[in-house]
C-alpha cells in the first residue's frame, strides 16, 4: 500500500508565503507525477500545479507566476512553495501522487490534504 502525507499548511496574512509537503510512501517503486489540487468550501477542485517525473511542469491559471512546484524523486515528494498568497488561495490542499509500485502497478493515491488560510 501506499500513503500520501501533506504538510505545510497554516494561517499566514496576505502577501506571505508558505511552502506545502507531500511526501508518498510505503510500497513505492517511482513516481511519475505529483499533482497539487485545492478544495476551498462551497467550490470545485481546482487543479493547482502538476509536474512529472521528466520535468514537465503546468500551472493552473490563478496561481500561475506565483507558485512554484518542484519534486525530489529520490525522496518521493513534491513540494509547492507559494508566494504573495492571496485570501481566493485559502482552501485544503491536496496532493496526488502517481506512484509506480514496487508491484509493478501504477496508480494514482490522494493525501487527506492541509489547510491553507490567507487573511486579508
Known amino acids: 500500500q501506499v500513503q500520501v502525507v501533506e ?3 497554516g494561517l499566514v496574512q ?4 508558505l511552502r506545502l509537503s507531500c511526501k508518498a510512501s510505503g510500497s513505492v517503486y517511482s513516481i511519475f507525477a505529483m499533482d497539487w489540487y485545492r478544495e476551498a468550501p ?19 491559471t490563478s496561481v500561475k507566476g506565483r507558485f512554484t512546484i518542484t519534486l525530489d524523486n529520490a525522496q518521493n515528494a513534491a513540494y509547492l512553495q507559494m508566494n504573495n498568497l492571496k485570501p481566493e488561495d485559502t482552501a ?16 494514482d493515491f490522494w493525501g487527506q490534504g492541509t489547510r491553507v488560510t490567507v487573511s486579508p
Open 42 to 60: 462551497g467550490n470545485q477542485r481546482e487543479f493547482v500545479a502538476q509536474i512529472t517525473s521528466r520535468g514537465r511542469i503546468n500551472y493552473g
Open 14 to 17: 496576505a502577501g506571505e508565503s
Open 7 to 9: 504538510s505545510g499548511g
Open 92 to 107: 485544503n490542499y491536496l496532493c496526488k501522487a502517481g506512484v509506480v509500485q514496487t508491484s509493478g502497478h501504477g496508480t
